[in-house]
């Protein structure tokens, strides 16, 4: 497919990773030992992991694989690092080890269910497709129409309606 419509697996695998590299190196970074960041380090967090999520998505379709995955991904964290930590506070260059350590981890992790994800997706699409698909009808005609009985006297008819067809209890 075209850049200008990709295929639905690539929208997913693009939302995927952005989503995934914003909550992720958020997460990461506060595990790793790092400040809570101030709401302009979260809003330049969120445009970078778009953007990488936009580009994820527009990629071909035979380029795919946990490699590529865990590339993204890593990119992800990598960028959201820098993210985080060019508006929230100074720290050295290189980042602590836990720090490293928890970003690398959520790289891997989420490589792993973001190529679980696009292997589930079109069998549950399929699956969708039987259950919300319109059923056919059980008769190939319409229902048939009711016959209501048309009465010329209508005090007989008033007659039928009001007079009760019970009858006292049988006894067994």
Do not use: K
């Not at 995927?16 to 970074?29: E, N, Q, R, Y």
């Not at 970078?48 to 990119?75: D, E, F, N, Q």
């Not at 992800?76 to 980042?95: R, Y």
Request: with cysteine; proline share 11%; charged share 10%.
């Amino acid at each position: 497919m075209s850049a200008a419509h990709p295929e639905p697996i690539a929208i997913l695998r693009g939302t995927a990773v952005g989503a995934l590299s914003a909550g992720l190196a958020f997460a990461a970074h506060g595990m790793g030992g790092g400040p809570a960041p101030p709401p302009s380090a979260l809003v330049l967090l969120l445009i970078v992991c778009a953007g990488l999520g936009a580009v994820v998505a527009s990629i071909p379709a035979h380029r795919h694989g946990r490699m590529y995955l865990t590339a993204a991904l890593g990119a992800g964290q990598l960028l959201g690092h820098v993210a985080l930590s060019a508006t929230a506070h100074a720290h050295s260059a290189v980042p602590p080890v836990a720090m490293l350590l928890a970003h690398t981890a959520a790289a891997v992790l989420c490589a792993a269910l973001v190529a679980g994800a696009e292997r589930l997706y079109w069998p549950m699409v399929r699956v969708l497709r039987v259950i919300l698909r319109n059923p056919t009808p059980l008769t190939p005609h319409g229902p048939s129409p009711v016959l209501v009985p048309v009465h010329s006297d209508p005090v007989d008819a008033l007659l039928r309606v009001s007079i009760s067809r019970r009858g006292p209890p049988v006894r067994i």
